[in-house]
């Protein structure tokens, strides 16, 4: 009888790991007020909300200061660290590409097409690639046709 107590904190385990940040665990003495918890964080550099993976990625520009958007919506400036949303799969793995875009006045617009790593919490630049840390997007200026 105690097992299947022992079931559905398990369960909870399997769903916290896989639907955020941080993965915690409670059980109750029965009969007393008293209980014991642990929380700790999954990955430092990737979370889950909802159907989303995020991973992280430094940008950078060249020069300094383009405006950055991720699947056209701006989050900030490089350089910087942004977060990259990825679709989650059923077993919290992660797949999809992500668009991410640079612009800055007087240049021309640059993309560059961001695929998600399915081991670790890596982010790469093509499908089989390996995961990188930074991003070091050269801006072009504008030239008139």
Request: proline share 7%; charged share 10%.
């Amino acid at each position: 009888m105690k097992i299947l107590k022992c079931v559905p904190v398990a369960w909870a385990v399997l769903v916290l790991a896989g639907c955020g940040a941080y993965g915690s665990v409670g059980v109750g003495i029965p009969h007393t007020p008293i209980s014991v918890g642990v929380s700790a964080p999954l990955a430092p550099s990737a979370y889950s909300q909802g159907n989303a993976v995020y991973r992280s990625i430094r940008v950078e520009s060249v020069p300094a200061g383009a405006e950055i958007r991720i699947n056209n919506q701006t989050v900030g400036s490089a350089p910087g660290t942004f977060y990259v949303p990825f679709q989650k799969t059923f077993w919290s793995g992660v797949r999809g590409t992500a668009q991410l875009t640079a612009y800055m006045q007087g240049y021309r617009v640059e993309g560059v097409k961001l695929f998600a790593v399915s081991s670790g919490s890596g982010i790469s630049t093509s499908p089989a690639g390996a995961p990188i840390g930074t991003l070091t997007i050269n801006m072009r200026e504008a030239t008139e046709n």
